[in-house]
């Protein structure tokens, strides 16, 4: 069993954590809302209901804050993942492909994503843009082992983070369903095997 002194350490880091992610939740909805420019300590500890020390004892800087915006965000998007995993058949060929472009078409369609304003901020932080650099890096490998045609695995892996980002900052040329249709096609494995180089004997 635990001791009353653990018991409480461990209440104290539960009772910290939730402070964490409010402050975060209240950053984004900020981001969302007045854009990256009005991100300040003050204006998320009003919306968070907090004073401005509390804030800036859990993130001491706009660095800090913005790192854990995308440690969050980072963590949204695996849990989308996970569930949209378990509703895909075992079978199912190039899972993490599908996963990755499933995750950019929920993050232009959900209407409470703040993406485009979560971008700009970041572009303020090198240290948080290279970490980000570093998982999309990641997510490219992870696409490329799934086939035997790597360039097709660009193609197809560039053209979901191009449809989603075009939608993020207003760029897009596309109409929703025009865009949803990208989509489908994107996902569509049958579509893209056919496309792939024949495997060589050697191989």
């Known amino acids: 069993m635990k001791s009353s002194q653990g018991l409480i350490l461990a209440t104290r880091q539960e009772r910290s954590e939730q402070t964490r992610r409010a402050i975060v ?18 204006s998320v500890a ?5 004073s401005k020390g509390a804030v800036t004892r859990h993130f001491p800087s706009r660095k800090d804050l913005l790192q854990g915006i995308l440690a969050f965000r980072a963590e949204t998007f695996r849990s989308f993942r996970n569930d949209f995993a378990a509703t895909q058949s075992p079978d199912e060929t190039q899972p993490f492909t599908v996963r990755q472009i499933a995750t950019m078409r929920e993050m232009v369609e959900n209407s409470r994503s703040p993406a485009r304003a979560v971008f700009s901020a970041l572009m303020e932080t090198p ?23 790597a360039e097709l695995a660009h193609l197809r892996w560039a053209a979901g983070w191009g449809v989603g980002l075009l939608s993020v900052f207003g760029l897009s040329p596309f109409s929703e369903a025009e ?25």
């Open 46 to 50: 009003r919306e968070a209901g907090l």
């Open 25 to 42: 939740k209240a950053a984004l909805t900020v981001l969302g809302r007045d854009g990256a420019a009005r991100l300040t300590f003050g």
């Open 179 to 203: 865009r949803g249709q990208l989509f489908d096609k994107l996902s569509d494995n049958e579509l893209w095997r056919r496309l792939e180089k024949p495997v060589e004997p050697n191989q």
């Open 127 to 149: 240290e948080a843009m290279q970490e980000m650099g570093k998982r999309i890096a990641s997510s490219l490998a992870k696409t490329q082992a799934e086939t035997t045609d």
